[in-house]
């Protein structure tokens, strides 16, 4: 582009420099002198003064007129006046009526190569005609002019603007290239996070059927089993009563009546686990529910060695609930706290209320649980103890998520435990 406007700009030149040494040149020296002369210094002054006037204010660092044989008649330099077979092919085509222009490029290898020469030039090479007045056809041809631009600053600034584009485009390429890696990253997080999700919603899918099938299974048993026990508890009621108290079987029935109330506890549980109750919500404090647990465990706090410290928030939120299931769940929690310590220790009691909901800890000094034995803590019939069904743990955790809430276990740096609670002040059941 810039080539072709430096050319067109060169054939406007020599349009109006033909025109005007043929107009203030060639005919009035012609009239006077009878024939042109350059050798002339009179003539050659008046050519001179035609060129530098007409060119005076335009870029051009050379101007060369030719006769009709390759003999520089007129130049800026010197030197060139008179000297032969300088034009070469351009010449010759010029004569023919044709303009040529071509590229004079001067630096070393690593400027030519990049496109940011030294120096650069355009030699344009342009018939010159006689002019015929009043006529759109050309006169003939005359001689041949040679002008010279230097293009080596509009080149430059082309070159400068080149290395600007290069570099903003390899910005913005790599401004892209970060934000498609950081979209690809999150993509890639997003797509391992959805199939972990996947995964476990799967596994808990599977355990959710497996759960479902075996509580039907249990219920079943369950009523089963009932049915017979009370009748064996009734009738261990009306053998105790025939007895006489001297007799030596007398304590049969005090066991019979024992052990079918633990395996009736028992079955209790199965139940409460394999078909767990709606619960019916009404406004309650949770430290009420807390201080009803610990009066009815009072004596065995007292004979058992144990500590009980509450620690509650002022002005905690009442929240929707089902008091006696809570109760229930806290009770079971309280329970494995101080089975936990068989010694007696501290049992802390910290409720607090975030955000629209409150936060229940149960803190015991027991010696923690095992590793092992914290990734099944919550499944079904897992127990570490020598008596229990296993599904303490599991009632408390159906209680808790049946008031869309979440129970977290967790070991103590310093020894023990920590039951973490959380449940919504508004509960929508």
């Not at 060139?80 to 010029?94: D, T």
């Not at 009691?349 to 229940?360: E, F, P, Q, R």
């Amino acid at each position: 582009m810039q080539f072709a406007k430096s050319e067109d700009y060169a054939l406007l030149l020599i349009e109006n420099l033909n025109h005007q040494v043929f107009m203030q040149f060639i005919l009035p020296i012609g009239l006077k002198y009878g024939k042109i002369e350059l050798r002339n210094h009179e003539q050659f002054e008046c050519m001179d003064s035609v060129v530098c006037s007409t060119l005076h204010s335009f870029k051009v660092d050379l101007v060369n007129i030719y006769g009709m044989k390759d003999i520089v008649a007129y130049s800026y330099s010197n030197e060139l006046i008179g000297m032969e077979n300088l034009g070469g092919n351009s010449f010759q085509k010029a004569l023919e009526g044709q303009a040529t222009s071509k590229l004079v490029q001067k630096g070393n290898f690593w400027e030519l190569y990049l496109g940011s020469p030294k120096e650069i030039k355009i030699v344009t090479f342009a018939p010159l005609r006689a002019e015929k007045p009043l006529s759109p056809v050309a006169g003939p041809v005359l001689g041949v002019v040679e002008i010279v631009q230097d293009l080596s600053n509009d080149y430059k600034g082309i070159f400068r603007f080149q290395v600007m584009t290069l570099f903003t485009v390899s910005g913005v390429m790599l401004i892209l290239f970060l934000i498609m890696t950081i979209v690809v990253k999150r993509g890639e997080n997003i797509i391992q996070k959805r199939a972990q999700e996947r995964l476990k919603l799967k596994e808990q899918l599977g355990r959710a059927k497996h759960l479902s099938s075996l509580g039907e299974m249990i219920a079943g048993v369950s009523h089963e089993i009932r049915n017979p026990l009370g009748i064996i508890s009734s009738s261990a009621e009306l053998l105790k009563k025939k007895i006489h108290l001297d007799d030596t079987t007398s304590r049969l029935p005090d066991i019979i009546i024992e052990e079918s109330s633990r395996l009736n506890n028992i079955i209790t549980d199965f139940l409460n686990f394999a078909k767990p109750k709606e619960p019916n919500l009404f406004p309650c404090r949770i430290a009420e529910i807390i201080a009803k647990n610990i009066r009815f465990l009072s004596s065995q706090i007292e004979s058992g060695g144990y500590s009980v410290q509450t620690r509650y928030d002022q002005d905690l939120p009442k929240i929707r609930a089902d008091a006696d299931m809570l109760y229930q769940a806290f009770l079971n929690i309280l329970i494995n706290a101080m089975q936990a310590m068989p010694e007696g220790g501290d049992i802390d009691i910290a409720v607090k209320s975030v955000d629209n909901n409150i936060w229940i800890a149960f803190e015991d000094a027991g010696c923690g649980v095992a590793k092992e034995v914290m990734e099944k803590i919550w499944d079904p019939f897992f127990t570490t103890k020598d008596k229990g069904t296993g599904l303490g743990l599991g009632i408390v955790k159906n209680i808790i998520e049946a008031h869309n809430g979440q129970i977290r276990l967790d070991n103590l740096s310093e020894g023990g435990t920590r039951v973490s609670i959380r449940l919504p002040v508004q509960n929508e059941g």
